[in-house]
């Protein structure tokens, strides 16, 4: 009988976390959708290159906002009632990413999704740290990279399919709407899963507790825990609430010069450079970037499921070497590999040659940056996809942690925005061999920022559980 309610409360806990990582599913899936519908975009609202590059960033900013201010949201009303807010926003942005009529229109509704997406980022692997028991806690903590990376592929593998059946992301498909207007319409099944879902979740116990309901926390940890551990679970907490430090600004300062604490810049410096070796270039415009080179529409797409299935098999990869090897040897490993790959994409990109106005890859070059690309997305996501949030959480002191995470998390989510947007830019100026040949230069520089500023935080790993205010979870 005991085994039995152990087996019950084990899976009572991986449905109700499952449930939570649909937030991640989503935050993958509306990064990823607008890989195919760039050209749509372009066409519709008829916009130059800094036009497209905005309507497709702009859902950064909301991001942006959303991972900043979603932690105190999550303190005064909840952290299941933030993630039934996000799941509305997501439902909203949706909805008017496909009939917006306008690129000011557009952007609304994909800073809407931004918001969500911000919001999901932290509300998801907070929720699932403060109700799974410590013993199952590093596991299913895993369980948002891996809904991140699989929306991102599930937003691939829509799209490609779509456009199959329409022709193209520009053809009509359903009762006379453009494909790729569909293409976003698709991420109203799973944001309707979720909502609808999580009304069947319980609030957070450590937000119960904190609100001076008692009862009802005592009655959700007993969903998830053996009754004899309830109330020492409960006096653990409270001793936590009490000590808790609400994170302010000034506590990333020196007191003493008045600047910022080394460990901080390093954050950024994390944070940064994980945006600045161009992944989000591949997962937002890879669509784009193979039809500069001669693919099809079609095999374009095709390409972009490929390389969200080897970022999934990476980001596994990834979750069994971090604690066996270190944090640090994953990311200047990363870094070399992600050098090499990307010098070699700068090369292949610069033997095209114009063929009836547009750019030509021989069979055999095409052949090799498809398989360099590859190769770069599997050492991003086996290093600094997962790894450096990681890090993140772990190298910083208990009094700074949150305000650390939250400048880190800032600092990524404007540097993912910076290369977004420039990458038209960059394609209509310096062309693919500039634009990569920058990305493999900032990737040969974040080899020496990990072997000289960079400390292995393996050792610092365990503890109790992650804050609410403490997490901003990650972008691919």
Not at 22 to 47: E, H, P, R, Y
Not at 94 to 123: D, K, Q, T
Not at 150 to 164: K, P
Not at 376 to 403: C, D, I, K, T
Request: aromatic letters at 12%.
């Amino acid at each position: 009988m005991t085994q039995q309610r152990t087996l019950s409360r084990s899976s009572y806990i991986l449905v109700i976390c499952c449930i939570a990582a649909i937030g991640g599913f989503l935050f993958g899936f509306d990064s990823g959708v607008i890989n195919g519908t760039v050209d749509g975009l372009q066409a519709s609202f008829n916009s130059d290159s800094a036009g497209t590059g905005f309507n497709v960033a702009s859902m950064l900013l909301g991001c942006a906002i959303g991972a900043f201010f979603a932690g105190r949201l999550a303190d005064r009303f909840g952290r299941r009632t933030l993630l039934i807010v996000a799941a509305v926003f997501f439902l909203i942005s949706a909805w008017g990413s496909g009939v917006a009529g306008s690129s000011m229109e557009f952007v609304i509704y994909r800073i809407l999704g931004g918001l969500a997406v911000g919001a999901a980022s932290v509300m998801t692997p907070a929720y699932i740290s403060e109700v799974a028991p410590s013993a199952y806690r590093g596991r299913l903590a895993t369980i948002q990279q891996v809904a991140i990376i699989s929306g991102l592929f599930f937003a691939f593998l829509s799209n490609y399919v779509l456009a199959y059946v329409a022709g193209s992301a520009m053809s009509e498909l359903w009762f006379g709407f453009a494909t790729w207007r569909w293409m976003f319409w698709i991420e109203l099944i799973p944001a309707a899963v979720f909502l609808v879902a999580l009304l069947f979740i319980p609030e957070s116990p450590r937000y119960l507790i904190s609100t001076g309901k008692q009862g009802e926390a005592r009655r959700v940890l007993g969903l998830v825990m053996p009754e004899r551990d309830v109330s020492t679970k409960i006096d653990e907490i409270n001793t936590t609430l009490d000590q808790d430090h609400k994170p302010r600004l000034s506590d990333v300062m020196n007191r003493t010069t008045g600047k910022l604490h080394g460990i901080v810049w390093v954050g950024i410096g994390l944070a940064v450079f994980q945006q600045l070796v161009g992944i989000n270039v591949v997962f937002y415009y890879g669509a784009v970037l193979w039809q500069s080179v001669g693919f099809s529409e079609g095999d374009a797409l095709l390409i972009n499921v490929i390389s969200g299935a080897v970022s999934i098999g990476a980001c596994l990869l990834a979750i069994a070497l971090i604690d066996k090897i270190g944090r640090k040897p994953l990311l200047w490993g990363g870094s070399v590999g992600m050098a090499a790959t990307l010098a070699c994409l700068s090369y292949a990109f610069s033997t095209a040659t114009m063929v009836d106005g547009s750019l030509q890859l021989s069979s055999d070059m095409g052949v090799f940056a498809l398989l360099c690309a590859n190769l770069y997305v599997l050492f991003f996501n086996a290093s600094w996809g997962p790894v450096m949030w990681v890090m993140l959480g772990e190298m910083f002191p208990n009094q700074m942690r949150g305000s650390g995470l939250a400048i880190a998390g800032l600092f990524q989510w404007l540097a993912n925005f910076g290369i977004t947007m420039t990458f038209p830019i960059m394609l209509a100026s310096i062309g693919l061999f500039g634009a990569y040949g920058f990305y493999a230069i900032s990737a040969v520089a974040s080899v020496f920022f990990v072997i000289y500023f960079v400390k292995d935080t393996r050792e610092r790993a365990g503890g109790d559980g992650l804050r609410i205010s403490h997490h901003v979870a990650p972008m691919a």
